[in-house]
């Protein structure tokens, strides 16, 4: 089974042996990770909604308004409200991975839809946008770690100039060039022994991909066909209205069926909108997530990898020893606070993705069994109406005893 084969074996690691936790410096790396017994009470609210359509001679975008309401000392006020675009979505994603690489940093929606679904910037799609937005941020509000990054703080109350001017403080260009070549280099060449316990994950994250995807793809084309038959419905039921016009003796009949066919269109209207809205968005977002999980392994085989390159220079002393050895401690620190992390969100991952699948498939039952009962329902109500109305004729036909 499908199901069983996302939900099963989740014991790679005790589920509450790492939470990752506040940062201990800004300038680090990776954050430290710390024990808590008692759940942190949420302090930071935010609410992504009221899309705008901008057009300019370049170019035609949207923004989505961002309120934020906290009580965290570091917050200047209690409530902002700014205005983003999906460029500045992608430059805080960016800038999350940069400062964390080896954490889960949740997906955002795919800047170009699926070609033929809908069309860009349409209600629809501007809708599941900003859903999809007002997810991404609230996960990140969420999370232990990422919601004290000082990128998402200014990400949630700089004015537009402000955030303009705060992205341009980032790494020089050819900085940036620097580490890309090198991390291609690196990742190029693999590691020469990745941990089992990392092993068994990447392992997970290949048929947990391949699973979700396919569910993904099935559920999006039933769902295109249910559409396709709702529509159908809708002219169904008037055709049999249109016809009691012309039969007289069928014509409760007729408006009977006409009635039920009205009420199961009603609903697989709502059952469609369920799906749409309940399981449709969960089943693609760990899809983006199954990529996301790909990239988060690829960067901590570089830093791995980054390691082996220096222990093996040392081993064949191929520079200065006392410099090697000394890189080599740094390093040897940094895959571990890596390597924690990583551990400590994966298992934080993989009990929310256990929840919201199990939530989404749940309530996706639920809204079958409702809406096969109330069809149901309708027409034995039909059938009873029909029998009732066959026994008066009956008894209307019968003679008169004497």
């Known amino acids: 089974m499908v199901m069983e084969a996302l939900l099963q074996d989740a014991s790679l690691m005790d589920m509450n042996s790492f939470s990752p936790m506040m940062p201990t410096s800004p300038l680090s790396m990776i954050n430290q990770i710390k024990f808590e017994d008692e759940p942190d009470l949420k302090d930071l609210f935010i609410t992504v909604d009221e899309p ?14 961002i309120i934020t309401k906290t009580s965290r000392g570091e917050f200047d006020s209690s409530e902002f409200e700014v205005r983003r675009r999906y460029q ?20 955002l929606p795919e800047k170009f839809i699926v070609k033929g679904m809908v069309e860009r ?19 990140i509000a969420d999370h232990p770690t990422l919601t004290f990054n000082e990128d998402f703080k200014v990400f949630l109350t700089a004015q537009a100039w402000e955030l303009s001017s705060h992205k341009k403080q980032g790494p020089g260009l050819l900085s940036r060039m620097g580490q890309t070549v090198r991390a291609v280099a690196l990742s190029m060449r693999g590691v020469k022994s990745r941990p089992e316990e990392f092993m068994e994950m990447n392992n997970f994250i290949e048929v947990f991909s391949q699973k979700i995807n396919l ?24 055709i049999h209205i249109l016809w009691s016009a012309s039969e007289e003796d069928l014509v409760d009949t007729l408006k009977g069926i006409a009635s039920c066919i009205d009420k199961c ?110 069809c149901l329902a309708t027409w034995e109500s039909f059938l009873a109406s029909q029998t009732d109305l066959h026994l008066e004729e009956t008894s209307e036909d019968k003679p008169e005893s004497h």
């Open 52 to 65: 705008e359509s901008h057009v300019t001679t370049i170019e035609t975008f949207i923004t989505y308004r």
């Open 88 to 107: 500045d979505f992608l430059w805080l994603k960016g800038k999350l991975e940069e400062a964390h690489p080896t954490l889960i940093i949740p997906p």
């Open 121 to 139: 910037f349409n209600d629809d799609f501007i809708e599941t946008r900003r859903k999809a937005l007002h997810k991404f941020l609230n996960r």
């Open 215 to 238: 569910i993904d793809k099935i559920s999006q084309r039933i769902y295109k066909e249910e559409r396709e038959y709702s529509d159908e419905m809708k002219e169904y039921g008037p």
């Open 265 to 374: 269109s009603k609903a697989t209207e709502k059952r469609m909108s369920g799906l749409s809205e309940a399981l449709l968005p969960v089943v693609h977002e760990y899809v983006l997530y199954s990529e996301m999980l790909m990239g988060v392994m690829k960067r901590r085989d570089q830093i791995q990898a980054e390691l082996d390159s220096k222990v093996e220079a040392l081993t064949y002393k191929k520079a200065d020893t006392d410099l090697l050895t000394e890189e080599i401690g740094k390093l040897e620190d940094k895959v571990e606070c890596a390597n924690n992390a990583l551990k400590a969100d994966w298992e934080r991952w993989r009990h929310n993705m256990q929840n919201d699948i199990k939530s989404a498939f749940t309530d996706m039952a639920e809204e079958n069994i409702q809406y096969y009962e109330q």
